[in-house]
């Protein structure tokens, strides 16, 4: 999308261009005008005694024939060729409807994750923002899109959010070619789908009010107003029929409902809502006990050549699953190379079908990525030398380094990256077994948003460029730790990257020590 900037500042070049040559074509037409508009006003005041002078009549007849041809020919002239062309040749390069749909969806999801209300989004004064420099408003024709956008996906209720601020800054005068009707229009259909049908009707008199001849409008009220007076009539039979039978609530119905909302403990909410908590930094907090039991340390694995003069800082996340960062593991010059190396091949990404093994585009997977080996530049070898040096583990068998661009609202909803029981042929094709451990760099820092969090245990780890998280899929026995169940939260401000590292089983097995024979 970087790229598109330039485009667009490219684009705005050659407009002005365009806009200088027509001025200038404007400007000549002008002072013709102005100069005839003189001549002809002197001359018909007395046309015999001007054409009785021989050179007026010989420049009269020059001007209808030959100048005012060569006006029209500079009237007709084409300044657009420069700008059309260039607007042609950057068009390839243009987002598509499904581009400016997904970005719309972005800012819905981010809507939803991040609790932000339509107008803090509008005005585009979001908590991690105090350049002002970089807050855009969203006009009244961005609200109505995005209303839209959502009618389109039977999303009632983005739609009633956006078409209301869509309303409220018409209401605030701001001006628009959109009108309060077509606003009021879809949002009082919006608000009827929700089962709202009271406000339905209150929106759809306003409209009414402003366009007394609206059909579907005039439609609508009669439907509503009948859905309503059936829906009072349902209400008092209901109410009826309790108060007939008495119905009380009894005392260990009471003590139910007491015990119900004294179970706040995470572990009973959805997961959908501990995935949005932990993204807004809402997660649990470990007890000073376990707290405890975290360290930072300078790390050699086991005293590896390698590390022993320069060993690692290390530090723990999380202790069960156990989650651990390494601190400036990967150089601002490696990181720069791996973006380089990967951004021509960025696609979006994808996810392995549970049932075909086959690999495919979700959309609880919203990122760009790439692949990247030795082949294509030998750091990429030293980076995978370096996570089997610290890690142990075998580089040899595991996926190639995978590098992934998060844009706006980019995210990965929760997941597990082994194979669960009931995927047998998730990883077949490779032959190499099931993913052992997942190796995690962080190659940018992120404004706001983009934790990899762990819903299952509360666990939230933040981007931080130049380190990496490393933890194991599977314990020792080779049965999945369903507790690494993990997601990407969406990317609320900046731009998000990373690389990882999928380690398989194969090839990590216990070795004989040279020199032992089978009888020893």
């Not at 390494?326 to 720069?336: P, R």
């Not at 669960?420 to 993913?435: I, S, V, W």
């Amino acid at each position: 999308m970087t790229d598109l900037l330039y485009t667009e500042k490219d684009l705005v070049t050659s407009l002005k261009d365009y806009i200088r040559a027509e001025e200038n074509k404007l400007e000549r037409v002008k002072r013709w005008a102005d100069k005839m508009d003189s001549l002809t006003a002197t001359a018909t005041q007395d046309p015999e005694g001007f054409l009785g002078h021989p050179v007026n009549a010989f420049k009269l007849m020059k001007r209808l024939n030959t100048e005012w041809g060569d006006l029209e020919s500079l009237v007709l002239s084409d300044t657009t060729d420069g700008f059309i062309s260039n607007l042609t040749i950057q068009r390839q390069h243009f987002p598509t409807e499904e581009d400016q749909t997904g970005a719309a969806k972005a800012l819905l999801r981010l809507q939803d994750t991040y609790r932000l209300d339509a107008n803090t989004i509008s005005t585009g004064d979001l908590p991690v923002l105090t350049d002002t420099y970089f807050l855009i408003h969203m006009t009244v024709e961005d609200c109505f899109e995005l209303g839209k956008i959502a009618y389109s996906d039977v999303d009632y209720y983005h739609t009633e959010l956006w078409m209301a601020q869509a309303l409220k800054q018409l209401d605030e005068g701001e001006e628009s070619p959109l009108d309060k009707v077509l606003v009021l229009d879809y949002l009082s259909y919006a608000i009827y789908q929700q089962g709202e049908i009271e406000r339905a009707l209150e929106y759809t008199r306003k409209l009414l009010s402003l366009d007394p001849e609206h059909q579907r409008a005039k439609g609508n009220l009669k439907y509503f107003e009948f859905q309503l007076e059936k829906q009072r009539k349902v209400e008092e039979e209901k109410a009826q029929k309790q108060k007939e039978r008495g119905k009380r609530e009894t005392t260990e119905t009471k003590k139910e409902k007491k015990k119900s909302k004294a179970q706040t403990a995470f572990q009973l909410i959805p997961e959908r809502k501990k995935y949005e908590m932990l993204c807004r930094g809402e997660g649990i907090k470990m007890t000073p006990r376990r707290q405890s039991r975290l360290f930072c340390r300078y790390y050699d694995n086991n005293r590896n050549p390698k590390y022993l003069l320069a060993p690692v800082k290390q530090q723990d996340e999380w202790d069960r699953p156990y989650i651990v960062r390494y601190l400036d593991i990967i150089s601002d010059k490696e990181i720069e190379r791996v973006k380089q190396l990967a951004k021509p091949r960025l696609r979006r990404a994808t996810i392995s079908n549970p049932i075909t093994g086959v690999l495919e585009t979700a959309s609880y997977r919203i990122s760009k990525s790439a692949w990247l080996t030795g082949y294509d530049d030998p750091m990429i070898d030293m980076i995978n030398q370096r996570i089997e040096d610290l890690t142990g583990l075998e580089m040899d068998t595991a996926e190639e380094l995978q590098v992934a661009n998060y844009g706006v609202g980019g995210q990965y909803e929760p997941h597990f990256d082994f194979g669960r029981k009931d995927e047998p042929d998730a990883f077949k094709e490779l032959g190499t077994g099931n993913r052992i451990a997942t190796w995690l760099f962080y190659m940018s820092d992120v404004a706001a948003g983009g934790a990899t969090v762990f819903p299952d245990v509360g666990a939230a780890v933040w981007p931080k460029k130049g380190t990496a998280v490393f933890w194991y899929n599977l314990f020792a026995s080779g049965e999945g730790d369903y507790s690494t169940r993990h997601a990407a939260c969406p990317v609320l401000v900046g731009n998000k990257w990373v690389s990882n590292k999928w380690i398989h089983e194969r090839g990590q097995e216990w070795r004989r020590p040279c020199g032992l024979s089978e009888s020893e």
